[in-house]
Structure formats: structure tokens, C-alpha cells
């Protein structure tokens, strides 16, 4: 016979996919194109960005911190691969551009906040700000176009699998193996749990925190070079309040925002589930207004069950 934990832990395993399923169940009832092969795709390719972003913000959410740059790191990576993306240069220039611009910002994050001691909070609103202007400053505050067909490339199909999908998919594994079968994996689990243990069994606290918020920017430029693929232009104002569904994916996924608890699969997870849940909104045709209330709603909700977590 299973123990009242044991159930416990069995509902926090399955929770989300039960939701995932019934909220589908009920979308299916209620507009049948819902369960169409042309809908699901578009509901996967649409969680695309915002899954990435949320595996990226996991390992610093994982280690304690916070990264609130996201959108604003998505519209400047875009902008930057999008300014190499013409046809005079190979493919690999503007995404390797757009990369490690994001890996630099997220790098510079990790910078103040292990060696300033700054506030991560503090830290990632100031780079929200920097980035969005160094976007706009970049770009002259216009779209930039004319994007060779080789970058565009990257936002569509390959065997009717959508590539920014498959981005996500690699993104997703590296993750799993770094978090669970590396030493890395385990520091980051650590220095979230309990940073004073960590440091004094050795652990380069430091060295770690870095780590999480240069891979969490290096996401955020992948997703930026995958949405200037989509969208086939960099957009300086792209990315606004990205950075809150990403956050929100990765708490209703399970991971703490105290750190040291949570992982990929549940984040992957609660991405579907916000992505479901906007797809369902927008074929039910809810104002955007409301959709806007609905998700502030939802933000809050996974905070509000993350202390819950905390205490039982």
C-alpha cells in the first residue's frame, strides 16, 4: 500500500501532465480544430522561443538567482544576427554572432552579481534596460531585413518538423545530461540548496553562478536567432515580457525559485502547458486584454504554489 508521500510525489510528478490533458480534453470539446495535426504542430512551434529561454533561466533559477534580460537579450541577439544575416555571409556568422553576443550579456550578469554582489534581481533589470537600448542603438530603432534565405531557413520545416522544435529538442537534452549525469550539474544543485555547505565542501560557488547565467544568456541567443529566422527580420522591440513566461514555464514546472529543487523535463512541461493555454485562449477568440489578465494571473499562481512546495 502507498504511503500518503508517496502519493504526494506521484501528483507532483504527474500533476502537469494530467493538466495538459484535461485543459486539451476540454479545448477538444470546445473547438474540435484544436486536436488538428496543423494546430498541435503550431502549438509546439509556438513554445519553441519561450521553451528555450526557460531551459536557459532553469540553471540560474536552479542556483537561486533570477535572470529578468531575457526579452531584452532576445530582441538584441535577433538584431545582431539579423545585421549578418544577408546573403554575403555563411549561415554559421550570424547565428555564432547572435550565440555569443547573449552568452557576453548573460556572462556580464554573472560578473556583477558574483563579483559585485549585486542583487541579481537588481543586476538582470539593468541588463533588461542595456540590451533593449543597445538593440535600438543597433538598429537604428527599425527592423533590420533582407535576411538570406539560408537564415530564414532556420525558422521553417525540415520533413514537416518545425526546426526552431528540433532547436528546442537539442537544447532540452544537453540540458538533462549537464543537470543530471555531469559534476557541473550536481555544483549547480548544490550552490542552490545551500550556497554556504556548497562553498565550504569545496565548490567554486563562483565559478558555478557564472556558468548558469552565461548558458542562460547563450539560450536567450539562440531563441533570438530563431525568432529573427521566424519572423525574418530583427526586431528591436521583439521579446517584451518574454522574460516572465519563461520564468513562469519554469516554476510551474517545479523548480524553486530558492533553488536547488526542479529540472528540464518539468519546464518543458510547463511550457506546453502555457503554450496549450494561449493556444485555447486564442481559439476561443479571448481579447487580448483579458489573455493578458489570465496569464498575470497564472504567473502569480505558480509563485503562490512554489511556497506552497516550499513548506509542505
Not at 550578469?109 to 543597445?134: C, D, E, Q, S
Not at 532547436?167 to 550552490?191: E, F, M, P, Q, W
Amino acid at each position: 500500500m502507498k504511503t500518503p508521500s508517496t502519493y504526494s510525489d506521484a501528483v507532483k510528478s504527474w500533476g502537469l501532465v494530467i493538466a495538459i490533458v484535461l485543459i486539451g480534453t476540454v479545448l477538444s470539446f470546445a473547438r474540435p480544430n484544436f486536436l488538428t495535426v496543423s494546430n498541435l504542430v503550431n502549438v509546439i512551434r509556438q513554445i519553441s522561443i519561450n521553451g528555450i529561454l526557460a531551459v536557459g533561466v532553469t540553471y540560474v533559477l536552479l542556483t537561486g538567482g533570477v535572470d529578468l534580460s531575457l526579452g531584452s537579450l532576445v530582441a538584441l541577439t535577433g538584431v545582431v544576427a539579423a545585421t549578418f544575416g544577408s546573403s554575403q555571409y555563411p549561415v554559421v556568422l550570424p547565428v555564432m554572432a547572435g550565440v555569443l553576443t547573449g552568452a557576453a550579456c548573460g556572462a556580464a550578469n554573472g560578473v556583477v552579481v558574483t563579483k559585485g554582489k549585486v542583487a541579481p534581481f537588481i543586476v538582470t533589470l539593468g541588463m533588461m534596460t542595456v540590451a533593449r537600448g543597445l538593440a535600438l542603438v543597433f538598429s537604428g530603432g527599425r527592423p533590420v531585413s533582407n535576411l538570406s534565405p539560408g537564415f530564414t531557413r532556420l525558422g521553417g520545416d525540415v520533413a514537416g518538423v518545425p526546426i526552431p522544435v528540433l532547436v528546442l529538442a537539442v537544447v532540452a537534452l544537453v540540458s538533462v545530461v549537464c543537470l543530471n549525469n555531469l559534476r557541473l550539474g550536481r555544483h549547480i544543485y548544490a550552490v542552490g540548496g545551500n550556497e554556504k555547505a556548497a562553498r565550504a565542501s569545496g565548490i567554486n560557488v563562483d565559478a558555478v553562478k557564472m556558468f548558469a547565467y552565461t548558458v542562460c544568456g547563450a539560450f536567450a541567443g539562440i531563441a533570438g536567432v530563431v525568432l529573427a529566422a521566424r519572423i525574418t527580420t530583427g526586431q528591436p522591440n521583439a521579446g517584451i515580457g518574454y522574460e516572465l513566461d519563461a520564468i513562469a514555464a519554469v516554476v510551474i514546472g517545479g523548480t524553486s525559485l530558492s533553488g536547488g529543487v526542479g529540472g528540464v523535463g518539468g519546464t518543458i512541461l510547463g511550457a506546453l502547458l502555457m503554450g496549450v493555454i494561449n493556444n485555447g485562449l486564442d481559439l476561443l477568440n479571448v481579447s487580448s486584454y483579458y489573455q493578458a489578465i489570465i496569464k498575470g494571473v497564472i504567473i502569480v499562481g505558480a509563485v503562490w504554489l512554489d511556497r506552497n512546495r516550499e513548506k509542505s
